[in-house]
C-alpha cells in the first residue's frame, strides 16, 4: 500500500513538472497569452506556441482555410506565411524577398481540437521570422530577441498581398498534392 501511495505521489509531482506553465518573454518582456489563445506547452523536446497568437502579435492578419487545414497570416508589409495541418511544411515569404521559403519542419504542427487552436514549435516560426529565440529551461521561458534592424515599410495594396497569398496557396497545394 505504501509503495502504491509513493507511486501515486510521485506521478502527481511528475504531471505537475510536464505541464508547468511555459512563458514567453520578447526582449525582456513577458508576453501574456489570453486564455482563449491556447497556452505554450512541451512535449517532444519542443516548446509549442498558438500559432494565432504568435502571428497576430508581430501583426500579422490571420486566416484559417478550413477546406485546406492551412493557416495564412499576411501583414502590411506584403510578408506572408502559410502552413497546413498534418504537413509538415512551412511556407515564409518577407516583405523584402523575391522568393518564398519552404521549411521543412521535423514535426507537424498540433491541433487542440478541445479549444481549436493550432500549435507550432516556436523556433521554426520565430527564426524565420528573422528573430532570435532560445528556450530557458530554469524559467521555462521562450525567450525572443527581435531583429535590431528595421526594414522600411512600405505602403502594400491589399491586391498585391492576395496575389502573394493566391500564389504561395498554389505553391502549397501543388507540394502536398506531389
Known sequence: MKKIIALLMALVVLSTSAFASINISLDGQVLEVPEEMGKPFAQDNRTYV?????????????????????????DANGSLFMMQIGNSLLFFKSADANEINKITMDVTPVVDYSIGRIYIPASFLIKEMGHGVEYDK???TVVITTKTTTVPTEEVTEEATEDTTEEVAEETTEEITE
Open 50 to 74: 498558438p500559432i494565432r497568437f504568435m502571428l497576430e502579435y508581430f501583426g500579422y492578419d490571420v486566416t484559417y482555410s478550413p477546406a485546406e487545414k492551412q493557416v495564412i497570416g499576411t
Open 138 to 140: 530554469d524559467t521555462k
